[in-house]
């Protein structure tokens, strides 16, 4: 019974951990009283990095938001980020093409280009 309780205690202290990481990696996160008093993301003016304030502190800006709302918000605002790569890499794969246009129109060797792939792997190093 005892090994149990533990168990369950340790169990509820990670995922409490979790949704404090997650209040800090998000931006603010505000309510909206027209709107049924439902939560907008983004809608707070910056209060500079989040990542600096302890979750407890009273000048954190997702301090009071519910476990409900900030899993919501998490996923509208990791759905935003994939649309961000997305978008960029369309650009990149835009720039590359012109890149070796020009370089076919100068005549110089192909030179290495990273591919999109490869430049996943260098921001997962940094």
Known sequence: KTSHKAAEQKRRDSLKAGFDDLRLLLPPITIDPEDGGEHIPGTA????????????????????????????????FIIKLSKRIERRDAVLLQL?????????????????IPELGELDAIEEVE
């Open 96 to 112: 590359r093409d012109e890149v070796l246009a020009l370089r076919a129109k100068l005549g110089e060797e192909d030179a290495s």
């Open 45 to 76: 003016p910056p209060r500079g990095p989040a990542r600096n304030v302890p979750p407890g502190s009273e000048d954190h800006p997702n301090r009071g938001v519910s476990k409900l709302a900030l899993l919501r918000h998490s996923n509208e």
